[in-house]
């Protein structure tokens, strides 16, 4: 394909998934965000739709809009998520649900849908958001870190069944990055956190748009399946 690239990048109101709509906006991409709340981000090339990410209907709806207005799509990009930062025993049935809904429910819906539009692209890419606390196995995450774990294994998967379509799917698991989300868990959590990684800091919402913008480049066809992890984690 010639001229911007078509990207969809759900949880796109705030936090990383802000940061990447600007970062793909400043390399030309047209991008489409998608949250439950509004967006006050306002771009020629930028669009953004309100939805549940694991209601079925709005996602089909979504993903009709986008046929109609952009023609197709070219990557996708599983950003939102929801964090559940308790100890199992304190956590209520509900909020596990409201856990494995936003997490792998939502990534499930939307990379059905987006394969369709995706098989027109010269270069159809999925990259799904997974975290480190997978491989740190952080006391108080099980539920997050399980569902996670879950869009990992999803991710393999889903590369090994889109392979023929010219399609392909890879996860990268941000250390921390200062969002609204980090803003809750206390500093000395976060710290013993980095103090576990490799390379001991803070990551910049840059740092992991230059991942994902790796396994989104025409030159990454041959990757696919793979899960990177910033700092070092493991």
């Not at 070219?74 to 025993?89: E, K, R, T, Y």
């Not at 879950?150 to 399609?167: D, K, L, P, Q, W």
Request: glycine letters at 8%; one cysteine or more; charged letters at 20%.
């Amino acid at each position: 394909m010639t001229g911007p690239r078509r990207l969809l990048v759900t949880g796109a109101n705030r936090g990383l998934g802000r940061a990447l709509c600007e970062y793909f906006l400043a390399r030309g991409d047209r991008v489409v965000g998608c949250s439950r709340g509004k967006s006050d981000l306002a771009a020629e090339r930028y669009t953004h739709f309100r939805l549940d990410v694991a209601d079925e209907a709005a996602v089909q709806r979504l993903f009709a809009e986008v046929r109609a207005t952009t023609g197709g799509l070219d990557a996708l990009v599983n950003n939102a998520g929801m964090a559940s930062m308790n100890p199992i025993a304190l956590t209520t049935a509900e909020r596990a649900r409201r856990v494995i809904d936003a997490n792998l429910v939502g990534t499930f819906l939307f990379t059905r849908a987006a394969i369709r539009l995706l098989r027109s692209s010269s270069n159809g890419r999925i990259v799904n958001l997974t975290s480190v606390a997978v491989p740190m196995r952080l006391e108080g995450e099980a539920l997050y870190a399980a569902t996670k774990s879950a869009i990992e294994t999803f991710t393999r998967i889903t590369a090994r069944e889109v392979a023929s379509f010219g399609i392909t799917c890879n996860a990268v698991g941000p250390c921390p990055v200062r969002t609204r989300l980090t803003e809750s868990v206390p500093p000395e959590k976060i710290q013993a956190l980095i103090d576990r990684q490799a390379i001991r800091r803070w990551a910049q919402p840059s740092d992991v748009a230059n991942v994902v913008d790796f396994f989104l480049r025409p030159e990454s066809g041959m990757v696919t399946g793979q899960v990177v992890y910033l700092g070092g984690a493991g």
